[in-house]
């Protein structure tokens, strides 16, 4: 069974501070998606990673990928309170039939970021 | 492109009861996946349907059903209701490839009492 462990649980910050969000594993994921949930709605897709190491940016968003393809962050720089909700990352593994359309998510970090 | 839909957005229901969702996914994208989300349990994978045939099965019982028309729409049932299957219901439909990424609609939330 493929777990991804989402940390921090909650992120409660200032407007323009800097924050990272982990989320690892001990499986290998072929692929990694980042989203981002409002309340009540379905979740958003940020960014995929798909090699290991590899680095994407979103405007004031970067993602990274690690090397082993087992673990990614995502940092946020200059934080506006219209980051404000929830970030789930999601691991997809590739493995078969067991894996057909399943996505194994983190737990999820719910980031506040007060003005 | 239009997203991915699904009706109705919000469900009362009793204990004892069935219901049943639907999706509509991205035109041309023929793999749709149904997940669970709760406080306590995050995102928990229901099954995924692929040109009509299921294909992969989560940890539900077997109240949780599903199916997928030609047309590549879906619809989850779920019978016998219970307090505990109150949540908001997901539906994904994924572009297949390297990347596999997923494309969630709006939920449909329902309330079980």
């Known amino acids: 069974t493929q777990l991804l462990e989402q940390s921090p649980q909650f992120l409660s910050i200032q407007e323009g501070e800097n924050l990272t969000v982990y989320c690892n594993s001990s499986s290998v994921f072929s692929s990694l998606q980042w989203y981002r949930q409002e309340p009540g709605e379905g979740p958003v897709l940020l960014v995929t990673v798909v090699t290991g190491g590899e680095v994407k940016k979103l405007k004031r968003l970067t993602f990274q990928f690690g090397d082993a393809r087992k673990d990614s962050s995502l940092h946020i720089t200059a934080a506006q309170p219209g980051d404000t909700g929830l970030y789930l990352c999601a691991g997809y593994a590739n493995a078969g039939g067991t894996s057909y359309g399943k996505l194994t998510f983190g737990q999820g970090t719910i980031l506040t970021v007060h003005p | 492109k239009a997203g991915v839909t699904q009706t109705p957005r919000y469900l009362i229901k009793t204990r004892g009861q069935q219901v049943t969702l639907s999706c509509s996914p991205i035109?041309?994208?023929?793999?749709v996946s149904w997940y669970q989300q709760t406080p306590g349990q995050g995102l928990q994978f229901l099954f995924e349907y692929f040109s009509e045939t299921q294909r992969n099965k989560g940890n539900f019982p077997g109240r949780f059903s599903g199916r997928q028309f030609s047309n590549s729409r879906s619809e989850m049932n779920v019978s016998t209701l219970e307090l505990g299957d109150s949540a908001l219901y997901l539906c994904?439909?994924?572009?297949?490839?390297?990347?596999?990424?997923?494309?969630f609609g709006p939920g449909t939330r329902l309330t079980v009492t």
């Open positions: 994904a439909s994924t572009r297949t490839g390297a990347s596999y990424e997923q494309y």
């Open positions: 035109s041309g994208h023929r793999s």
